[in-house]
Structure formats: structure tokens, C-alpha cells
């Protein structure tokens, strides 16, 4: 299966709402950054490029809380840098669980182990592992060898203690569709994952790496040929089909930016997680204030290559909630 149900329902719920308000942009799901340090050096990220003085500040409980609150979004992906580094982690995801937002915290596991003990296992809670194919690539993208054996581990450890875990992976200009294969076939057969997230590496501007990002034509034909066979429909994916379908030039949608804010230790990014046209300091502002027009494919230029799930992700998710048939075929697959 791919999203809980627990989930689909209270996010379609969410979204009735906003319709009924007759509120046209909102959050769906807040990327809480509440620092930028991070244990590793991965080629196609750029958060640790970050000046020193904000590498060493870390986001208090209670600013995370509010611009949760101030944002009301269903879902908080907390990220990073890592966000095991921050000496309170497990009281902000707790706070969160509470409020039974639904929590994904992204780390890349090497300090699943030191913190484990924090945690609980909760139907709003999962681990949200990076993993960027099998252990050569992967210890590769993460510039350190020995990681890839060390998030199995983990992995395995969590799932053994009841905990959910989903993945996160990144497929770069260097991958082909039997590197995607191989890699979702053993997170979803052998590590037997909850649900696994792709994502099409985005030129970030602060990357180190900038030669094997992917263009749009490259992200169709990867996927294409991946999901060929109904390959995807064996994989326990946490996306809906109509994303699936855009990953592979089925069908194309408008950028919603808007509908994944994200919040770091600099106030609300704009215009989302990957491209940074500065900060405001509330959510209202971000929202009223940003020409939402300006950007996506064929508007900004930044933005020619993205197939992103942050951008185009929720364009899907209401897609799919706006019809009928769609909704059927997302809970059938």
C-alpha cells in the first residue's frame, strides 16, 4: 500500500476544508528545517554550504511549534541538514504527534542508533531514510563509504522496534532505469520499507555537484522505462498515480510551490525548499506577498529542468482528490 489511510483520509479532509473556505492556496505539507548542520557532505546538497554562524544555531521547541500552528499543515517533513543533530528533536516530534500532525523525520540514519531510544512508535510517526540506490551509488552521493550498510542496519533496527520507515531517494544524470529498479526493488522486497519517495535531482543552486542534475526530457525517459512492465505498481510508492504519471510526461501540471512551505532557522523561504529568493517572516506574508505566477516551468527559467514532488506533488494530490475516477485508481494502487 502506499499512503496510510489514516493519512489519505485526514489530508482529503484538509483539503474539503479548504474548499469549502474557498481558500485557493494553503499548506499541505510544512518542510521544517530546524537547523542546517549536518554529519555529512552529500554532493547534491547544498545546506551545509551555510555560513558557520548559522551551521552552529539550532531552531527552539517553540519556533518549530509555531510555524507549524501558523502554517496548519497536516504533514511536517522535518529536514535538514540532520535533524538528529538537534539536541531536541524528540520533544519537537513529540509536541507534533500530539497534535497529530504526521511526521516525517529525514535523516540519513548514521544517528538513528544514539537517539532510537527517544522515540515511540506512533501511526503519526515515520522515519524518512535517504537512500540513493544500492551501496556503491550510494556511498557515493554521500561522499563516505560504509553509510549504505550502516542505513540497512538502522533500518532493520527501527522496523524491529515497530517503528514505521519510509525512504527518500534521489536519482541524478548518472542513473538509468535499471539502477532505479534495482534500488526499489530491494527497499520495497528485501528491506520491505513502508512506503518509498522519488525525487528527480533538482539543480540546487549551492550543490557542489552541478553536472548530473536532470532535464525534464532525461526525468521522463528514466521513469518511462523504470515503471515500464507495471514495475511501479509493485512498489509500495508514496506518491499518487497522477505524480507517477508526470514523472513520466503522461500527463503535466502547474507548479504549487505554495503548497509546501518551507521554514528554517532564516523564517519562511521563498519561493520553496530548492530555490531561494529570500525570507519573510510569516506564512500569511509568504503566501500574499510572492508572485506564485512568476515561477514553474515556462515561467522562471530557474525552474526549466524541475519535476520536483515539492512543486508539482500537490498539484497532483488535488488532481486526484478533484475527480472521482482518480480517487479510485489512487486507492486501488
Known amino acids: 500500500m502506499g499512503v496510510p489511510l489514516r493519512q489519505a483520509v485526514k489530508v482529503g479532509s484538509y483539503l474539503l476544508k479548504q474548499k469549502i ?26 545546506k551545509i ?42 520533544v519537537i516530534v513529540e509536541e507534533l504527534i500530539k497534535r497529530k500532525k504526521f511526521v516525517y523525520l529525514c535523516t540519513n540514519a548514521l544517528l538513528m542508533p544514539r537517539k532510537i531510544e527517544k522515540f515511540t512508535p506512533s501511526p503519526y510517526f515515520a522515519w524518512a531514510v535517504h537512500i540513493d540506490g544500492l551501496e556503491e551509488r550510494h556511498d557515493a552521493s554521500v561522499a563516505k563509504q560504509g553509510v549504505f550498510a550502516q542505513c540497512v542496519d538502522n533500518i532493520r533496527d527501527a522496523q524491529r522496534r515497530g ?4 525512504t527518500n531517494s534521489t536519482f541524478f544524470s548518472t542513473d538509468s532505469p535499471q539502477t532505479v529498479i ?6 520495497n522486497n528485501d528491506l520491505n520499507v513502508d512506503q518509498m519517495m522519488l525525487s528527480p535531482a533538482y539543480a540546487y543552486e549551492k550543490a557542489p555537484d552541478q ?38 510526461g503522461k500527463v503535466d501540471f502547474p507548479c504549487t ?19 531561494d529568493d529570500g525570507h519573510v517572516g510569516s506564512y500569511r506574508e509568504l503566501l500574499d506577498e510572492t508572485d506564485w505566477e512568476a515561477y514553474g516551468r515556462g515561467r522562471d527559467p530557474r525552474c526549466a529542468n524541475c519535476m520536483a514532488h515539492c512543486g508539482y506533488e500537490p498539484t497532483a494530490v488535488m488532481a486526484t482528490l478533484g475527480s472521482l475516477r482518480e480517487s479510485v485508481r489512487a486507492m486501488r494502487s
Request: with cysteine; proline share 6%; hydrophobic share 40%.
Open 21 to 46: 473556505q474557498g481558500r485557493t492556496r494553503f499548506a499541505l505539507d510544512l518542510e521544517l528545517e530546524p537547523l542546517f548542520a549536518c554529519n555529512l557532505a552529500c554532493e547534491g546538497c547544498g
Open 49 to 90: 554550504q551555510q555560513p558557520a554562524n548559522l551551521l552552529n544555531q539550532r531552531m527552539s521547541v517553540e519556533q518549530a511549534l509555531g510555524a507549524v500552528e501558523e502554517c496548519c499543515a497536516p504533514i511536517v517533513s522535518i529536514a535538514g541538514g540532520e535533524p538528529l543533530m538537534h539536541p531536541q528533536i524528540e
Open 163 to 166: 517503528f514505521r520507515v519510509t
Open 182 to 187: 534495482e534500488v526499489l526493488d530491494f527497499l
Open 211 to 248: 553536472e548530473h542534475f536532470l532535464g525534464v526530457e532525461e526525468t521522463r525517459e528514466l521513469f518511462r522505462k523504470a515503471f515500464a512492465d507495471g514495475r511501479r505498481k509493485k512498489w509500495r510508492l508514496n506518491h499518487t498515480p497522477l505524480f507517477l504519471d508526470f514523472l513520466e
Open 257 to 275: 510551490a505554495w503548497a509546501i512551505p518551507s521554514y528554517s532557522l532564516l523564517g519562511w523561504q521563498r519561493p520553496c525548499y530548492l530555490m
